[in-house]
């Protein structure tokens, strides 16, 4: 996926891995920007494997809006089926799907773009949740803290709490949002040492004490961690 060239129209590329060939090219958007005035910048792809779709998410400005967008891409007729923009993905930074209810979560790092903080008071990200079973579906908006990046989900396989878990790197701490209420929502802070600054996450789901695996943005060679394990318990989790 070229990124980041003005009125170039970038495409999804589908590789056999078992070959490492080029097996079909998608393209992500149907007009093409003659006067180089629209910024796509696709930037980050999952799948979700028993619907056969990927979600594509877009960090420029691809609908002219000043805001970015996510795409959900069927992989059977290698077509994109559904275009989410304004207000539904506003600068968007992280990706993942929930394999069991269908579900893709992206974090947006500059939330609603409409929000007015009290001085002092920071803006907060925010993270939107796609139904790709039902894509019909208004996609399901919540707040985070500031600046969300990456995003990992608890599947609910090991223990009975189903999470979407989000790494907010500016305020230095984790949003979990309950995947089937997403009202339900707890912010941890795990203050990364040394200024790091977390940048994005997985998680080991376990019955007594889940890992959160991050990474810094900060690089080793100027005093970085590569990483920091955090564990949470699951009864912590929304």
Known sequence: MP???PGILPSLSVVRLSSLTEVARIPLYSAFDSDGLLFFAPALVAIDPGLNLAVVIDQGDPYGTNEGGAMVVDLTTNRVTAWFSAGT???TSG????PVRHLAFVSN???DPNQNPPDGQPYLGSLTRINLSNLSQPPVVVTTNEFPNGVAIDPGTVSSKHSAIVLNTQSNDITAVNVDNPALTVTMSFAASGGNLALD???QPDAVLGLVLTGSAIPADLGGNNAFIIGIAPARLP
């Open 3 to 5: 990124l980041g060239f």
């Open 109 to 111: 790092a500059l939330g």
């Open 95 to 98: 990706l993942a799907i929930d």
């Open 89 to 91: 993905a506003y600068f």
């Open 201 to 203: 996450i997985a998680w």
